[in-house]
């Protein structure tokens, strides 16, 4: 009997749309643009429709289904999920590489390394190469069916890719599998939840572990499908029909059948490379769209695996070997107050010096008063402390059971600490209100001769500070006549005739200067260099720009409120106005940049990621910019466009999780040419 040739139809839709998710979220290689995509499902959609015949509970578009009466239903796991045993040293690594050898009576064993993934630990059961259920770890032993709400996971195949000849079987699929695997959230996503949370006055979430598993125990699928969650397979359950020789094979299976498994994942001849691959993993840890804990070290061949079996909690071939934590509890000797270059005052506290993921921290930011009094911190509290990154380790929470009853609340003072000039509330902030504090000053001044300033990079804040004190450097425009002090600056320690003639040159060399990059150096509060070049692209002119009303402000995409009220606020300062005239004075030359009147990119923000065949990355950039858009470095929620080249890395991640329309290199050049 020939087939339906609607359903012929629907088979094939339902077949192209697989290939191009598969292709999109698992090799990270689209090949067709968005529109297209959205086209072909479109059309799905209407045909299932027209045909409700012919629905079926593994088409791409039954992803989404009813919200659920309750949630709490159990399953039974057929085969417990145990955890892992735990490493924090290379030694320990060494130990376990010694335990494994003395079973297996082998001198060099094979290791696979992958990072351990910080997520919601979770099953799922495919009968036939169709996904039926679903559940969470819970104990090990019993989870929560959760099956409605990882159906909208999109990197979980509804039905596995069809591979021809798989190993030990004919068939093309086992007959049952349950793969086991780890949901994620991105950071990114998470940051964004997190601000959703707090603008709606919900309570936010601690880790993006958490914000997983909170998106998962959703009652209404449609919520969690928004979540951006992920889904990477790291092994299996109960198998029947079909056989796995290696860990590596097993996972290079699991992603021919559609299922995400980390890019790091390696193949080491001994343990000691493990141990190597395991410092590598850590080292680009801040770069991975996802938090991982650690790697977990497996033995590769399956046979030795079961040679080694297990004990009552943990297997004896695998092992978590965690990374440095990057929080720590240490106690607040005493908090302080830091005067920042726009003069907001920070209460920061001295710690007693803690190892925070190989730094030695002894500061960490308590950012506003009411953040400190929300946490309830005190002076002598043990607090947990917290470095992500290359951000600023901040205070997280007290353990309030550590208190001895001799810790002090610490109060905000009504004076600047460093000039002592009155403090004012604006918002969440405290500002000394004296723009001649010499705090703000420096600050100042150290900001104007950063690199994405007047990028001067031989005044530092070491030399800032030094000429500050020695009165060579008393307000910002100083800088540009250090020329004529040239005799008393090489009387200075440190100060060699010859490195002085170089920062000279420096200065001198600075003086013509790209517009935006000019306001920047302002340190006009909330000017960022982002916000420099909105305002340089509208405004185009010095002068137009110091005369600018606020609604026009207020007007220009990117531009709020209050950050116009601290624009023509700026400006309108008198001694604002001089220090500018005084640093045209000295021959700063400020190069304007062309006002596109109306450009294809205008307002659009572009990342761009990876190599391209057709122009070099500046050349792209000065596209982009020539055609009023702008061009910025990270992703973020306000990213409008990814331009992805060859190699896009963790930034095209970033971008899809945030749903942000990705271009390739043809619809790039397509788009130009129009
Ligand atoms: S293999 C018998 N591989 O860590 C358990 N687990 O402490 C074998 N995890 O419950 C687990 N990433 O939720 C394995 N690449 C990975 C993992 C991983 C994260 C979690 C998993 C497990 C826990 C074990």
Not at 345 to 354: G, K
Not at 367 to 388: I, Q, S, Y
Not at 654 to 669: C, D, G, I, N
Request: with cysteine; glycine share 8%.
């Amino acid at each position: 009997m020939t087939m339906d040739p609607i359903l012929k139809e629907i088979k094939a839709l339902r077949e192209q749309i697989n290939h191009h998710n598969y292709l999109y979220y698992i090799l990270n290689q689209p090949s067709i643009s968005d529109a297209e995509y959205d086209r072909f499902f479109k059309q799905l959609v209407e045909l299932e429709k027209k045909y409700p015949e012919f629905l079926a509970p593994d088409s791409p578009t039954q992803r989404v289904g009813a919200p659920l009466e309750s949630l709490g239903k159990t399953v039974l796991h057929d085969l417990p999920m145990l955890s892992l045993d735990n490493a924090f040293s290379e030694e320990e690594a060494l130990e376990f590489d010694k335990r494994v050898r003395k079973v297996i009576q082998r001198e060099e064993i094979e290791y696979v390394v992958e990072p351990k993934y910080d997520g919601v630990s979770s099953s799922l059961v495919y009968e036939n190469g169709l996904f039926t259920r679903g559940s969470t770890r819970g104990d090990g032993f019993r989870g929560e069916d959760i099956t409605g709400n990882l159906r909208t996971i999109q990197t979980i195949p509804l039905r596995l890719r069809k591979m021809p000849g798989l190993e030990g079987s004919d068939a093309p699929f086992p007959r049952h599998i349950e793969i086991r695997g780890e949901v994620l959230i991105p950071k990114e996503v998470f940051k964004e939840i997190n601000r959703i949370q707090a603008e709606n006055g919900l309570p936010i979430f601690a880790n993006p572990r958490n914000s997983a598993s909170g998106s998962l125990r959703q009652l209404d699928p449609a919520i969690t499908a928004r979540r951006n969650l992920h889904f990477y397979a790291w092994g299996t359950g109960k198998v029947e029909g079909a056989r796995f020789h290696s860990q590596i094979g097993l996972l290079n299976q699991l992603k021919e059948w559609g299922f995400r498994v980390s890019p790091e994942m390696t193949l080491c001849p001994s343990i000691e490379a493990a141990v190597q691959k395991h410092h590598q993993i850590e080292t680009g840890r801040k770069e991975m769209t996802f938090d991982i804990d650690g790697v977990v070290i497996k033995v590769n061949k399956i046979d030795d695996q079961q040679k080694l079996g297990e004990t009552a909690r943990h297997p004896r071939w695998g092992l978590a070997y965690k990374f440095k934590p990057m929080q720590m509890t240490t106690r607040i000797l005493k908090i302080e107050v830091q005067v920042g270059r726009t003069g907001i005052l920070t209460p920061v506290a001295i710690l007693e010096p803690v190892e925070i993921g190989g730094v030695t921290v002894s500061r960490a930011t308590l950012h506003t008063e009411g953040e400190m009094l929300e946490k309830n911190v005190l002076v002598g509290d043990t607090v947990f402390v917290e470095r992500a990154g290359d951000v600023i380790p901040e205070v997280i929470k007290p353990v309030v059971e550590k208190r001895t009853g001799q810790e002090t609340p610490f109060h905000m003072p009504l004076e600047c600490p460093v000039c002592h000039a009155a403090v004012e509330k604006e918002g969440a902030y405290l500002f000394c209100i004296n723009l001649s504090c010499p705090a703000q000053i420096q600050g100042k001044i150290v900001h104007l001769c950063s690199r994405k300033g007047f990028d001067i990079a031989g005044l530092g804040k070491k030399k800032v500070d030094q000429l500050y004190e020695n009165g060579l450097l008393k307000n910002l425009s100083d800088i540009f006549y250090l020329k004529s002090k040239k005799d008393e600056l090489v009387r200075l320690p440190g100060w060699e005739e010859k490195s002085t003639q170089n920062l000279i040159e420096q200065i001198e060399k600075s003086k013509r200067i790209s517009f935006s990059r000019f306001l920047y150096s302002l340190s006009i509060r909330g000017i960022g260099s982002s916000v420099g070049k909105i305002l340089s692209q509208h405004f185009g002119s010095l002068d137009r720009l110091e005369n600018g009303a606020q609604e026009e402000l207020t007007g220009i995409f990117g531009i709020g409120p209050e950050l116009a009220n601290n624009i023509v606020h700026f400006f309108y300062e008198e001694r604002n106005r001089e220090t500018i005239a005084r640093i045209l004075k000295a021959g700063v030359q400020i190069e304007y940049e062309a006002v596109p009147v109306k450009g294809i990119w205008a307002g659009k923000k572009v990342v761009i990621t990876g190599t391209f065949k057709s122009h070099s990355r500046e050349e792209l950039t000065e596209k982009i910019e020539k055609e009023g858009g702008e061009v910025t470095s990270s992703v973020s929620s306000k990213t409008h466009f990814i331009l992805a080249g060859e190699n896009p890395g963790s930034k095209l991640d970033k971008a899809r999780a945030l749903e942000v329309r990705v271009l390739s290199e043809e619809e790039f050049l397509e788009m130009v040419k129009e």
